[in-house]
Nanobody, 128 residues
Framework: EVQLQASGGGLVQPGGSLRLSCKAS????????IGWFRQAPGKGRLGVSC??????????YYATSVKGRFTISSDNAKNTVYLQMTSLKPEDTAVYYC???????????????????WGKGTQVTVSS
């Protein structure tokens, strides 16, 4: 059974930090790119970041709005991807989802594309 378990969300003040984790199981981790998406109330889904190394080809993606503030990393031994979020802003408030695709990260960059597997979201709220 494929599972993607996102965790680490919470309430944080503006300027604060959070680290999200996405634990994957049920598929060959190295064959997939793992992306983070977010959706705020009344807004569309946004591809936030992605990391992959499918067939030895590294791929990395950050949305413009998070570049320089968010860092994605992967621990292949643990089948886990992390999203370190710093300098958080109220506009980062959303439900964050992780997802997997048997491709490279260009899929995440285009909202017209879909992912193969999705996990349940974790709420991130940035508020004073």
């Amino acid at each position: 059974e494929v599972q993607l378990q996102a965790s680490g969300g919470g309430l944080v003040q503006p300027g604060g930090s959070l680290r999200l984790s996405c634990k994957a199981s049920g598929f060959t981790f190295d064959d997939y790119a793992i992306g983070w998406f977010r959706q705020a109330p009344g807004k569309g889904r946004l591809g936030v970041s992605c990391i992959g190394n499918r067939h030895g080809v590294s791929s990395l993606y950050y949305a413009t709005s998070v570049k320089g503030r968010f860092t994605i990393s992967s621990d292949n031994a643990k089948n886990t991807v992390y999203l370190q979020m710093t300098s958080l802003k109220p506009e980062d408030t959303a439900v964050y989802y992780c997802a997997a695709v048997a491709n490279n990260c260009w899929v995440v960059a285009d909202p017209a594309n879909d992912m193969d597997y999705w996990g349940k979201g974790t709420q991130v709220t940035v508020s004073s």
